[in-house]
């Protein structure tokens, strides 16, 4: 049946005159145009864990500020529980919720939020209840002997655990056992007794709490367990079996090192107590001048490499650029803008154009011009028009082309993937610009010898339209370096920069830097990651492509325990070394002076981290054995998601924290004591030698003596290690007991003793 044109218009329009007037289940046919908070918000010291006396309520209305109802309000809190998720406004347009608020005294907050409308947020700040219990920072705390301490907090609290400004008392019940010295809000308990247990009080108000104080017996006793070692022999004391290690002497007594070392992959901070029983402090420190001191000291006092600038770069490629990656792969992808055209490969003579800018990944561009000097098979040299007089000739340009053809390129690419060719020349650019002269400040000790800056492996706009890709606007597209010129009359920043320095260190900046362009190009375009690789971890490698980079240009290989007679024996080797290898060792010493706050996996870019990195990351491919480069290229060439540690666990050891002790064991005892196992060797370098030089005649790494009388105490962190040395007296058993903080060790805890002499 067919109805007339105007009756269907009639239905139709009294369809939609119902649909005004009453509305339907989702909500009015009026739109919502405003959502304002009626009452509710900012109630008067709130207790804790209890319902607001006030509901909130919140009203919407219409443009002409009608209230509407029937609309579907949603209500959310991340603190405490509301009486419900959702309501409907009234006929006044107001909706209401009670809200019992959460345990944590502090801000809270709610919100009430309708579809289209800018949300409405509640606040209160809720104040914690009454006293109902006191909290110990210990239930049960663990002394070492007579003179031992622990400062126990004692907390009134809430029946939520919200500290109360009230002070407590702490008593002994026994203070020829323990006596309690208090400061307000907890004591200084200290032994008085060994071998004895008792109880500490703590009131306040008509509130007790009471604690459990073990101070343990003199370690070694005759019932104890203990270990008999050969000289170069270790024994582990892993978690709660540090709680006491013994060691037996021979006739003629026995000198040991106590290697403390923590590890659990989240940066913490562990402090130890250490007594003994049965020792003497008589071992002497190992460090002794070296004979060598005087032939090769010039080799320790030339300038660093910024620390500073390096990371700061790696951070803010980090940060500004990782959101870009998603739009540059899918603009690859595409073949949008372009990644569509070829670069053809310039002339010499020819003028070009970059930005110079190492602050900014994006914005403010630093444009310097440049004249081709040389092209070789794989290089494209271009040097500053604006460069200082007196620098480099043709011809170095030329040697330094050829360096990156038949030294750096293939070194780099065999271990570490291809790079990438965004620009289609099938070169990579070497840009020897005054701008990196300028990223050093006048007269400090340290220098910036160039960079690679991974803004320029980005495309550089939105390209074609494709939806979702994002440019890097400054970024000069194409695969290149920044470098260090000479500057002999120090025209920038007052800082001389000879030829020959210049020269020395630019073939391993190019090694270095390139390392981290082939990592950064694979990650965005080959391999798929989401994000770059972690700073420790990307530094390590790029310095582990200087170390490959020493062993091809010196015709030497890995695994030869080279010392430093060695070295100096020969002028090539000295010169291969000097220009590749003795920037490694200077880093390495950084972190040798101070092993228990440093770390080889902590993701920075500090020195001592990143000299600590290298020599791990030598050390676990020596270990591991088979083929080095499908190691470095594992690690260079993580799948989705795996960086950093997990990177590590993946491609080197998944007992990357065992591997890590046993290094520190190595960096010890390498070449100083006999009778190691492998594990505990540095099988390519003979450290002690070379260490010894680049640190003006003096081995880095010192030893503590165990005090024999006293606690010792020792703070290492996540991947560090600590290194004590005691002597077991003739014909006994000695040793000593640990705990953290008045408690045992946790299990990432192993304590490493290894016997000396």
């Known amino acids: 049946m067919r109805f007339p044109g105007w009756l269907l218009l009639i239905g139709c329009c009294a369809v939609v005159s119902l649909t005004i007037a009453c509305g339907d289940s989702s909500g009015p046919g009026i739109a919502p145009a405003t959502i304002v908070l009626v009452s509710g918000d900012a109630q008067a010291t709130p207790e804790v864990g209890t319902k607001l006396p006030l509901p909130l309520t919140i009203r919407v209305a219409d443009a002409q500020g009608k209230g509407l109802s029937g609309v579907t309000v949603n209500w959310s809190t991340a603190s405490g529980t509301l009486s419900a998720s959702s309501s409907v406004t009234d006929d006044n347009g107001t909706a209401t919720v009670e809200w019992t608020l959460g345990n944590s005294a502090g801000s809270q907050s709610a919100r009430a939020s309708v579809v289209g409308l800018k949300s409405v947020t509640f606040s209160v700040i809720a104040v914690a209840g009454q006293l109902a219990q006191i909290i110990l920072s210990r239930d049960t705390v663990e002394l070492l002997g007579i003179g031992d301490s622990f400062r126990l907090t004692a907390r009134a609290a809430d029946r939520f655990g919200n500290f109360l400004p009230q002070a407590t008392d702490v008593e002994s019940n026994d203070t020829t056992i323990v006596t309690a010295d208090n400061f307000g809000s907890g004591a200084v308990l200290t032994a008085h007794a060994s071998d004895k247990t008792t109880t500490v009080r703590a009131t306040a108000g008509s509130i007790l709490k009471t604690g459990t104080v073990v101070v343990l017996p003199p370690p070694c006793g005759s019932a104890s367990q203990s270990s008999s070692l050969s000289v170069g022999q270790v024994v582990f004391f892993p978690g709660a079996t540090a709680s006491e290690f013994c060691v037996q002497g021979t006739a003629a007594g026995a000198e040991f090192t106590a290697i403390p070392y923590y590890s659990d992959f989240n940066g913490s901070l562990l402090r130890i107590s250490i007594s003994t029983g049965n020792t003497t402090t008589g071992v002497t420190s190992n460090r002794v001048i070296a004979p060598s001191f005087q032939r090769v000291a010039a080799t320790g006092l030339q300038l660093s490499q910024s620390e500073e600038f ?115 020349n099938q070169h990579v650019i070497l840009f020897f610009t005054r701008a990196v002269n300028e990223l050093t400040p006048p007269n400090v000790g340290f220098y910036v010898g160039g960079f690679f800056f991974s803004r320029d492996l980005f495309p550089t706009t939105q390209s074609n339209g494709v939806s979702g890709v994002s440019g890097c606007a400054t970024s000069n597209f194409a695969e290149m370096f920044y470098l260090l010129v000479p500057d002999p009359d120090g025209v920038v920043n007052q800082n001389a920069r000879t030829i020959d320095f210049v020269k020395s260190v630019t073939v391993a900046t190019l090694a270095h830097e390139f390392q981290h362009l082939i990592n950064a190009s694979r990650h965005l375009y080959v391999n798929g990651s989401a994000a770059f690789e972690d700073t420790f971890l990307d530094e390590g490698l790029a310095h582990e492509a200087e170390e490959l980079a020493f062993y091809r240009s010196s015709g030497l290989t890995p695994r030869q325990n080279l010392s430093y007679q060695t070295i100096q024996a020969s002028p090539s080797i000295q010169v291969a070394f000097d220009n590749f290898g003795a920037a490694n060792f200077r880093r390495f010493r950084e972190y040798l002076t101070n092993p228990e706050n440093n770390s080889p996996y902590v993701n920075n870019g500090f020195i001592p981290t990143r000299g600590a990195i290298w020599s791990f990351l030598r050390y676990a491919a020596d270990r591991r054995g088979g083929s080095e480069s499908q190691m470095w290229f594992q690690l260079a060439n993580p799948p989705t998601g795996v960086h950093g540690i997990s990177n590590i666990t993946r491609a080197v050891t998944p007992d990357l924290a065992g591997w890590v002790r046993d290094w520190t064991i190595a960096n010890y005892a390498d070449d100083f004591v006999p009778g190691l196992p492998a594990v505990y060797t540095h099988l390519s370098w003979n450290i002690r030698s070379i260490v010894e030089v680049v640190n003006q005649g003096m081995w880095a790494l010192d030893t503590s003596p165990v005090d024999s009388t006293n606690i010792t105490s020792v703070s290492i962190g996540d991947g560090s290690a600590a290194y004590l040395r005691f002597g077991i007296r003739p014909g006994t058993v000695g040793g000593g007991r640990i705990i953290a903080r008045g408690s045992t060790v946790p299990p990432g805890f192993t304590l490493s003793v290894l016997r000396t002499k």
């Open 310 to 424: 390096e990371l700061a770069l790696r951070e803010r490629s980090i940060a500004e650029l990782t959101p870009l990656i998603p739009g540059a792969r899918m603009a690859k992808q595409q073949g949008a803008g372009r990644f569509s055209m070829s670069v053809a490969v310039p002339a010499v003579g020819d003028m070009v154009r970059f930005n110079t800018n190492a602050n900014s990944a994006c914005s403010n561009p630093n444009m310097r011009d440049g004249r081709v000097v040389a092209i070789t098979n794989r290089a494209i040299v271009v040097a500053d028009t604006a460069n200082p007089a007196n620098g480099f000739t043709t011809a170095d340009f030329q040697s330094f082309g050829a360096a990156f053809d038949t030294l750096v390129f293939p070194v780099d690419s065999i271990n570490f993937g291809a790079p990438t060719d965004i620009d289609k």
